[in-house]
């Protein structure tokens, strides 16, 4: 499985953008997707996730500024981000839980940059 993230940038605070991640397999074969992001220096941590069922769950810091989503049609996750702030500043990852035969196994993308100035 391979994920690919893409829409990164740079970006001034108060300004919003939208990053998409396309996996390889289709979506509804995944027990969930989410993004993480990873800023210098520190870990990686949750952004969002979406289950197979279209259930989300947020970092609680985030909630109110970035949304995710997905579209099966086109078979791409989405992280609509909103009033960006310095601090949102990191490379950002998406992930996808396997079910099936893949059950418990996770799969990483290669990140996108997003670089908010203030």
């Known amino acids: 499985v391979q994920l690919q993230a893409f829409g990164g940038g740079l970006v001034q605070a108060g300004g919003s953008l939208r990053i998409s991640c396309e996996p390889s397999e289709r979506i509804f074969k995944f027990a969930s997707m989410g993004w993480y992001r990873q800023a210098p220096g520190s870990q990686r941590e949750l952004v969002a996730t979406?289950?197979?069922?279209?259930?989300?769950n947020y970092a609680d810091s985030l909630k109110d500024r970035f949304t995710i989503s997905r579209d099966v049609a086109k078979n791409t996750m989405y992280l609509q981000m909103d009033s960006l702030k310095p601090e949102d500043t990191a490379v950002y990852y998406c992930?996808?839980?396997?079910?099936?035969?893949?059950?418990?196994?996770?799969?990483w993308g290669q990140g996108t940059q997003v670089t908010v100035s203030s």
């Open positions: 992930k996808a839980e396997g079910s099936g035969c893949t059950t418990g196994r996770g799969f």
């Open positions: 979406i289950n197979s069922g279209g259930a989300i």
